[in-house]
């Protein structure tokens, strides 16, 4: 079983910047694949940036290419998401999850065996 849990999120006026983190709590030796997904009012989960285990392959949302950087320290077993130049469009609940192995679809939520509770990130105009 594995746990994630987010922090980072708050309010922020537009152009402004947020780094959230989510913290694991695998036991395995497993390359778990990460990634970050978000959730707007009245909208689906989307599917923000994903990262494999050596950081060697990282995958970005057109939306958000540019302005956000998503990263990781295995040995803090956390991930990152670095998030610039924010815009209203990016309030939404952000998720955290990851996969036990190589994802060949990382931009898929189904993709995904495990999720945090999601943190709050706000926008203002």
């Known amino acids: 079983q594995v746990q994630l849990v987010e922090a980072g999120g708050g309010l922020v006026q537009a152009g402004g910047s947020l780094r959230l983190s989510c913290a694991a709590s695998w036991r395995t030796s497993s390359a778990y694949f990460m990634g970050w997904f978000r959730q707007a009012p009245g909208k689906e989960r989307e599917f923000v940036a994903a990262?494999?285990?050596?950081?060697?392959?990282?995958y970005y949302a057109d939306s958000v290419k540019g302005r956000f950087t998503i990263s990781r320290d295995n040995a803090k077993k956390a991930m990152y998401l670095q998030m610039n130049s924010l815009k209203p469009a990016d309030t939404a609940v952000y998720y955290c999850?990851?996969?036990?192995?190589?994802?060949?679809?990382?931009?898929?939520?189904?993709?995904?065996?495990?999720w945090g509770q999601g943190t709050q990130v706000t926008v203002s105009s």
């Open positions: 999850a990851c996969h036990p192995s190589f994802l060949a679809l990382p931009r898929m939520e189904s993709s995904y065996n495990y």
């Open positions: 990262i494999s285990w050596t950081g060697g392959s990282t």
